[in-house]
């Protein structure tokens, strides 16, 4: 055995208690964090000699150790001990208190309770912890989950959402008020067309749309940008039909890499950026798919965003339509990131076939002004550090919402 990947046995054997396990399978891969960072991540199971002959095909035995570790990082991502049984030898948590289980999240990620992540939840047997800059949320959220059994051995233990967030963020009073984002609110009414299942009907509302607004009332932050998606927003026209058919291939989300090159390359990585020719081909071989399997909606479609991920390129194309629906019509197209070649494509519209039978929505007889007067009683405004894609880093925003809707047709309020 290598003699890193050894060292990371023994630490994972000592740390959770597994001397009466032995390690099965070790995968690593890449993979690209929300900021742009590439991190190695290493996939360790550990079968326990007890229940060691009761593994079968695509199945562990019960009380096998799964973990999941951020080499770049040294933290860990998850522990999961199957169908809750464990054979540590470890009783880590002795009262079972959130005090005692948030000081041990504190010591897996650097975290401090109070100011970085404060109790969320309280499970059966264990915790819900959410991260939080200066007592305000974050976004990507961060959720941390903490399970034991009736003894206090862990059971398992899961970070999920902005694993690799900055915990020290800069504090800045929230200053922002509803009377600063006037304008903006107005904006963000939004007519739509939304399903009611119970009676094959879609109705026409007005909603608010959730918004991130910095505290400076200046700027709106766009939702679930990463710092490797680009955003276009360029027609696709063509002036014919292509009828060449497109090879779907198989995508593998998180290409394996050598365990040698993991344990080596400790350091995250940025992943070099689309050239202005990459982006040429990439519009050219995207309109050449819409071509195949659009054949007829030249110039009703726009190339919205591009975004590198670990093993490909996912390009996401949108309805260009006047009239916003329940739901948004996508065409996304993955390309190899190397070749930029067409690896698959999905349209979503057949997702919602389902609805094409129901009665339409009546007119809206209710206008945009109207509907604000109605809603401004339901619209919030609170405050969250949110990741800007642009700076790379978070910022201070009020976060825009509303607890109610507007039947465009009657004036109705409606509860969401």
């Known amino acids: 055995m290598d003699k890193k990947l050894k060292q990371l046995v023994n630490h994972f054997t000592e ?3 597994l001397e009466h396990y032995q390690l099965e399978t070790i995968s690593c891969y890449k993979k690209m964090m929300f900021n742009g960072e ?12 007890a229940t060691r002959d009761q593994a079968e095909e695509d199945y562990n035995p019960p009380g096998t150790a799964s973990i999941s570790y951020n080499i770049t990082t040294e933290k860990l991502i998850h522990i999961l001990f199957v169908q809750h ?6 009783t880590i948590f002795q009262t079972q208190s959130v005090k005692e289980v948030a000081k041990w ?8 309770y109070g100011e970085d992540f404060s109790a969320f939840d309280t499970l059966d047997h264990g915790y819900l912890f959410k991260a939080e800059a200066h007592g305000y949320p ?7 989950e903490v399970e ?12 999920s959402g902005a694993q690799t967030f900055d915990e020290n963020m800069p504090f800045e009073a929230f200053t922002l008020t509803l009377s600063d984002v006037q304008s903006i609110i107005q904006e963000q009414i939004k007519l739509e067309y939304v399903p009611i299942e119970e009676e094959q009907k879609l109705i026409s509302i007005y909603t608010i749309e959730e918004t991130y607004i910095t505290n400076d009332g200046k700027q709106i932050i766009p939702h679930f940008m990463n710092a490797h998606s680009t955003t276009v927003n360029q027609q696709l026209k063509w002036e014919e039909a292509l009828e060449e058919p497109i090879e779907r291939k198989a995508i593998n989300p998180y290409p394996e890499v050598s365990i040698e090159e993991a344990l080596t390359h400790k350091k995250p990585s940025k992943e070099p950026e689309l050239t202005e020719d990459d982006m040429q081909e990439i519009f050219s071989t995207v309109t050449d798919v819409c071509r195949t399997v659009l054949p007829n909606d030249s110039g009703k479609w726009v190339l919205a965003t591009i975004q590198k991920e670990e093993g490909f390129i996912e390009v996401t194309c949108k309805l260009n339509e006047t009239e916003n629906t329940f739901f948004e019509r996508k065409l996304i197209i993955l390309l190899d990131k190397n070749t930029l070649e067409v690896l698959n494509y999905m349209d979503n519209h057949e997702l919602f076939e389902i609805f094409d039978g129901f009665t339409p929505a009546f007119p809206a007889q209710i206008s945009k002004d109207q509907a604000y007067q109605l809603l401004m009683n339901s619209i919030s405004l609170t405050p969250s550090y949110v990741y800007d894609a642009a700076k790379n880093q978070f910022v201070l925003c009020g976060v825009l919402s509303a ?14």
């Open 15 to 17: 740390k959770f208690g």
């Open 38 to 49: 590439m991190h190695y991540i290493c996939d360790l199971e550990f079968f326990p000699n």
């Open 85 to 90: 049984q464990s054979f540590s030898t470890k």
């Open 105 to 112: 999240v504190e010591e897996e990620t650097g975290l401090q």
């Open 138 to 144: 974050i976004s990507p959220d961060c959720m941390i």
């Open 148 to 159: 034991f059994d009736e003894t206090g051995k862990l059971i398992s233990f899961h970070m």
């Open 403 to 416: 607890t109610a809707a507007v039947d465009a047709a009657t004036g109705e309020l409606l509860l969401l």
